[in-house]
């Protein structure tokens, strides 16, 4: 059974960085993203989780609006691991955020993040709390 576990969440204040770390197994996978979610909407379910940035196998990659030029993913020469740098992180920031796999291809090119519907393996997730 693939498992996902994410670490490196915690509080930084606005400006500062954070490194999210997800390892993997089960692998390799087609496409891993990074979701969030944010305070107050656990209860919406997956459907609702904010899509990040995301990576195929190729190394393409793809970012929401809101965090290009700030987060960068990327991932390991074994593809076992998927990272996300961010930085100049910022209240809105503030969420729980996960890392997603699934092994079919995304037919739908990497002009956005695909879907949460897409990822059928997803991580418990992880707090990143942005104060000012």
């Known amino acids: 059974q693939p498992q996902l576990a994410e670490s490196g969440g915690g509080s930084v204040e606005v400006g500062g960085s954070l490194r999210l770390s997800c390892v993997t197994s089960g692998g390799p996978y087609a496409m891993m993203a990074w979701f969030r979610e944010a305070p107050g909407k656990k209860r919406e379910g997956v459907t609702a989780?904010?899509?990040?940035?995301?990576?195929?196998?190729?190394?393409?990659?793809s970012y929401a609006e809101a965090v290009k030029g700030r987060f960068t993913i990327s991932k390991d020469n074994t593809e076992n691991i998927l990272y996300l740098q961010m930085d100049s992180l910022q209240p809105e920031d503030t969420a729980v955020y996960y890392c997603?796999?699934?092994?079919?291809?995304?037919?739908?090119?990497?002009?956005?993040?695909?879907?949460?519907?897409?990822?059928?393996?997803w991580g418990p997730g992880t707090q990143v709390t942005v104060s000012s």
């Open positions: 997603a796999a699934d092994r079919a291809i995304w037919s739908g090119g990497m002009a956005g993040v695909p879907p949460p519907p897409l990822f059928q393996y």
């Open positions: 989780r904010e899509g990040i940035a995301a990576i195929n196998r190729a190394g393409d990659t």
